[in-house]
């Protein structure tokens, strides 16, 4: 899948369109503050598809280790 409304091959022009926007939505909730405190790492996956998951975790990972960053002032 490439990014910027382009799905899957065969994919439902109308199934696209409503992940991407559904990722928009949250997206602009997550840096509203503006003040860059926040992080949103959004992903298209399935939980068959390993690599994906994989991703994710690594997100999370990161985002874990940038709270615990800025919590002791190492950010």
Known sequence: MLRNGVGYAGEDPLVTR????????FLT???????G????YPHFTCAVDTENIRRVFQ?????????????????
């Open 29 to 35: 909730i997550s840096t509203a503050s503006g003040e």
């Open 37 to 40: 405190k926040h992080y949103c």
């Open 18 to 25: 409503a992940k991407f926007f559904i990722r928009d939505q």
């Open 59 to 75: 997100d999370c990972r990161d985002i874990i280790q940038r709270m615990h960053l800025r919590q002791y002032e190492l950010l």
